[in-house]
């Protein structure tokens, strides 16, 4: 409760500051320092199980450990991309604190659709980040690629959120309960009503649109390419965990009888999304976009919880949601520092910049689930989650063969960074970088590597 | 009346809009039928609801009936922020190139 209420206070706190300030740094400093009392609050609420606002919420939202700590994590994550990238929004135009105000409001609905509890609450959470990600992708008013951008993720959202109501209707009239709680809703208990059946099918293809898997995954890389890249940081990392976290709590209960069937759908979209995002990472040439694909490629990962819906999967879930919107967000913010966005702008940085060299190695090494980095914590939590399943062993077979194909374009770009020379002798690869800026980066690729030597200072927060 | 005729009302109006996001080019038109597609889930909604209110469960407990009525509200206060948002994209767009036409969106392919 602490997170929604504090959250959407500070945006409208930010859009005063917008109207009546002309300072250009100010919001920064105040949505940082928000940021922290938000994670504070939501830590204190974590803890002792009690929040400082009391309301009657009807059970339509709960506040248990588990959507606490992945609200705790989303939270840090933001954190950690203010003080990276803070300064990086401050130059996409001239409305610095609406900027910062539509984030805190994209992360009010990241904390009603990570604690929703009836289908009512998890339509307005995800209307809520989407809406003003529509805005802050086209915020970049004058470059064309970025109206397209906006254009298109503007009509794919509101499109398969015309799917996901149809979705919520079907199962509201196939329910004879009449209810829209999800713990009230008993899939696969005794006869299943056809119309829940289609509803079901239809809330499935409405989140594989937001959380973008394959066949829904079209509109990402043209999206995440033409937004600005301090954004597409943001959309890739803490708003897909978060559309994640929302797809397994909305079929966590599981499906009784009914498990084997959803399965096979599941694994189809698995395998897929798996295999072609990898492939098609193979051949980008700009980094951006490599990203794009390579947050599809991860989705993939991803989707292993969904399949599994046991306990290892909520805590490998909220485990790669650290790992991975951490590594993300380091890289994107070496990437947004480079004045060159293809692979090869990257060469010779280690001489030049050694610190960003060595902490974005850290990062991508993350990314692609090598030993010691949290990246491969997360992705054996998720393997390990569907052993436990049992029955589809090639899938995760076809997991392993699809983070190998992952090593190559993720080491294309170290072996950029350390093995090529720079083509331009004398220019500087990068813009201008602050002392705090490459701390920051330090501290980020310090708690990866924390995350995955000792991966339970993450888990163990479930189970407060 | 019975309730399929509504569901088959409700289908039709849904699949014109995802048919219309589908096949057409202009932006105005592609978000009329999103639009189509949201009020034919709340003519649903509103249609299972007074379903509901005559089945056993609505009839011990009436007031769980017109929580289909409030999402209704719900969608439609969506809908209305999600026009304000998706007229100023299109009026952006159109303010750079004077197009108003989906076929121009193919830049970022290459």
């Known amino acids: ?464 | 009346m019975e309730i399929r005729w509504y569901i088959g009302l409700a289908v039709a109006l849904f699949s014109i809009g995802v048919m219309g996001v589908l096949t057409r080019r202009n932006a105005i038109i592609v978000f009329m039928c999103i639009e189509l597609m949201l009020n034919a889930v709340n003519l649903l909604l509103v249609a299972f609801s007074k379903m509901h209110a005559l089945s056993p469960v609505g009839l011990t407990n009436p007031s769980v009936v017109s929580n289909a009525q409030i999402f209704v509200f719900f969608i439609m206060v969506v809908a209305a922020a999600e026009v304000a948002v998706g007229l100023a994209i299109i009026v952006m767009m159109y303010r750079n190139t004077h197009v108003v036409d989906i076929n121009f969106l193919n830049r970022l392919k290459n």
């Not at chain 1, 879930?317 to 994107?332: M, N, R």
Request: glycine share 8%.
């Open chain 1, 1 to 464: 409760m602490n997170t929604i209420l504090l959250t959407a206070f500070l945006g409208i706190v930010l859009m005063m500051i917008g109207a009546f300030s002309k300072s250009k740094t100010l919001p920064r400093f105040v949505a940082i320092g928000g940021i922290i009392v938000i994670l504070i609050a939501n830590m204190v609420e974590l803890l002792s199980q009690e929040s400082f606002f009391t309301f009657n919420v009807k059970n339509m939202l709960t506040f248990n450990s588990f959507n606490l700590a992945f609200i705790g994590v989303a939270l840090l994550c933001t954190l950690i991309y203010f003080l990276l990238s803070g300064s990086a929004i401050e130059k996409v135009g001239s409305y610095v604190a609406e900027y910062f105000a539509l984030l805190f409001f994209v992360l009010c609905g990241v904390a009603i659709s990570a604690t929703f509890n009836t289908l009512l609450m998890l339509f307005i959470g995800i209307e809520i980040i989407s809406i003003p990600l529509y805005i802050l992708t086209g915020s970049d008013k004058r470059n064309l690629k970025s109206n397209e951008a906006a254009l298109k993720y503007f009509l794919m959202g509101a499109f398969s959120t015309g799917i996901m109501l149809m979705g919520i209707a079907f199962i509201y009239g196939g329910n004879d309960q009449a209810t829209f709680y999800i713990s009230q809703l008993g899939f696969g208990v005794g006869k299943m009503s056809p119309l829940i059946a289609i509803g079901l099918v239809f809330l499935l293809i409405s989140m594989s649109f937001k959380v973008s898997a394959v066949p829904f995954h079209f509109w990402t890389p043209d999206v995440y390419d033409g937004a600005p890249t301090v954004f597409t940081s943001f959309m890739a990392t803490i708003v897909k965990a978060a559309g994640f976290f929302a797809f397994l709590r909305l079929f966590d209960n599981g499906f009784g009888v009914l498990q084997p069937q959803w399965q096979k759908l599941i694994v189809l979209i698995t395998a897929a999304t798996l295999v072609l995002g990898n492939l098609t990472a193979v051949f980008q040439q700009s980094v951006k976009r490599m990203l794009a694909y390579s947050s599809i490629a991860q989705a993939g990962f991803m989707l292993f919880a969904l399949f599994a819906l046991n306990e290892k999967a909520k805590e490998g879930l909220i485990l790669y949601a650290a790992a991975y919107s951490l590594a993300t967000i380091g890289i994107f913010a070496i990437l947004i520092k480079m004045k060159d966005y293809t692979i090869d702008g990257f060469n010779g940085l280690a001489k030049k910049q050694p610190v960003l060299a060595v902490t974005g190695l850290v990062f991508l090494l993350s990314l692609t689930g090598v030993p010691l980095t949290a990246g491969f914590q997360s992705k054996f939590y998720m393997l390990m989650a569907a052993a436990e399943v049992a029955s589809y062993t090639w899938l995760i077979i076809l997991a392993v063969l699809c983070a190998a194909i992952s090593a190559y374009y993720y080491f294309k770009i170290i072996q950029a960074i350390f093995f090529k020379e720079s083509s331009s002798a004398e220019g500087d690869l990068t813009e201008n970088i602050t002392p705090a800026f490459k701390l920051m980066l330090i501290i980020t690729a310090v708690l990866i590597i924390l995350l995955g030597v000792m991966p339970g200072l993450l888990t163990d927060w479930l189970y407060y």
